[in-house]
């Protein structure tokens, strides 16, 4: 407040709040079908303005991403470094904001990279993805899973799919067949802005989480996404961050695909949408909290679930259950395990470790690996593949905790210098992760 009788002049700006009414008389009955699409279709466009929301005739020519003329009134036509689109009562953190960040330079720096140039054998491994400036690169884009807290006394579901850990983060639109996992070289970035990490060492990167699916929300947001589909594959339609240079690309492909309009020739020239990724070592800041946990235990619309692309692999595991009569007389568990989706963060981080770290010890062995051997033969995660003989050490709990919290990324600076390489496999840092150490009598 000004001191009466000072001179002095309130200054005079826009407020950062501003009420934005979305649809019309006309609109109001598509608004207010939630199966429609409508709301997420009007969120990408307040995020994005495309010009051709106002201006059918788009010049690619002399057309520049950068202008925003959609919505003059609006925020999000000013100059913004971050652009942040999430559906009510999601929770957005300072965590989550600097994860996208740091994630973001990550991976812009990997594809400027002057790391040593890798054979074609190793480029070639099925883990490996090198990012570059040209054209035919991978567009990755850090993206988000939603999650809701769970416990045994609302849900008879999920007390049987969380196996007894309850009160614990889970998603529903994922599961263990969602997502791969890629060895990206080159992908850590310094301090002081868009830096390169790695200085040219050949094993120096990042373990990322590439989705493979889309998300399968529950109906009736499934059905929203099918009519508007989210901006980044495998992404999601409620909660998503994008930086001004990541919505500069994604605006040249939505205005190029507008002009093509039916012509398939021209649309194949616009470039690939962007993809979603998530990074190892900080993979529960991408985890954001939704507060109705409604959508826990609720059934997925048929032929709508997490997990499509192995639906087949899935029905074989279920006939063998029931073959094997391993759960006689016991539906409700048989049910929480193929017809719903409930899929812990902790369980998530664990599936995703054990992923990378086998996909690298095939790429390891590969002729030479033993057909009839069980688990890994050169290198292993060295949190999760532990037995009651050979427990953990001390020191990989400390660091696994570390990567919960995102300290990883937190503390980025100091891990990122390679000073003290104790939690690097933790951090998803280490190409290699842990050598197998086989026992005296086994050698």
């Excluded at 699916?213 to 009736?220: F, G, I, L, R």
């Excluded at 992404?235 to 507008?258: D, W």
């Excluded at 002009?259 to 900080?282: F, H, M, N, R, Y």
Aim: aromatic fraction near 10%; include cysteine; hydrophobic fraction near 35%.
């Amino acid at each position: 407040k000004m001191k009466e009788g000072s001179s002095d002049k309130v200054e005079e700006r826009a407020s950062p709040v501003q009420v934005v009414v979305t649809a019309n008389s006309k609109t109001a009955e598509v608004c207010h079908d939630l199966k429609s699409g409508f709301m997420e279709q009007r969120m990408q466009d307040l995020t994005l303005s495309p010009p051709y929301l106002t201006d059918e005739n788009v010049d690619l020519k002399t057309f520049n991403p950068a202008d925003k003329n959609t919505h003059p009134d609006l925020v999000s036509s000013d100059d913004h470094d971050l652009y942040i689109a999430l559906k009510w009562s999601t929770l957005i953190t300072i965590r989550s904001v600097n994860a996208f960040l740091q994630a973001s330079a990550d991976l812009s720096v990997a594809a400027t990279s002057t790391i040593s140039e890798l054979s074609k054998e190793e480029q070639e491994d099925g883990v490996t993805v090198v990012l570059s400036s040209d054209a035919s690169s991978p567009f990755l884009i850090p993206s988000f899973v939603r999650v809701s807290y769970v416990s045994e006394e609302n849900n008879k579901v999920a007390k049987w799919r969380m196996h007894g850990d309850f009160f614990h983060p889970a998603a529903w639109e994922i599961c263990k067949d969602s997502f791969d996992m890629s060895w990206i070289p080159g992908s850590l970035s310094g301090s002081g802005g868009v830096t390169d990490a790695c200085h040219g060492e050949k094993d120096c990167g990042q373990w990322w989480i590439y989705f493979a699916e889309e998300q399968m929300p529950t109906t009736p947001e499934i059905y929203a996404n099918e009519v508007t589909a989210p901006l980044v594959q495998g992404g999601s339609n409620y909660i998503y961050m994008l930086t001004e240079r990541q919505r500069q690309e994604i605006v040249k492909v939505k205005v190029c695909l507008h002009a093509a309009g039916d012509d398939k020739t021209k649309k194949e020239q616009c470039g690939d949408s962007p993809q979603g990724v998530i990074p190892l070592g900080d993979m529960e800041s991408f985890l954001m909290n939704f507060t109705p946990n409604t959508a826990l235990g609720k059934k997925h619309a048929t032929n709508r679930f997490p997990g499509y692309s192995r639906a087949e692999e899935r029905e074989l595991d279920r006939a063998k259950v029931k073959e094997r009569k391993q759960l006689k007389d016991q539906e409700d568990i048989e049910k929480a395990l193929f017809d719903y989706t409930i899929y812990p963060a902790a369980l998530f981080h664990k599936d995703a470790t054990i992923k990378a770290a086998r996909a690298r010890d095939f790429a390891i062995t590969g002729a030479k690996r033993d057909p009839e051997a069980i688990g890994p033969q050169k290198v292993k995660s060295g949190y999760y593949d532990v037995t009651i003989t050979k427990p953990r050490h001390q020191q990989w709990a400390w660091c696994q905790a570390i990567s919960r919290k995102g300290l990883c990324t937190l503390y980025a600076d100091y891990f990122r210098s390679f000073a003290d390489d104790r939690c690097l496999e933790s951090c998803g840092m280490r190409k290699n992760w842990s050598k197998v150490e086989r026992m005296a009598e086994e050698l």
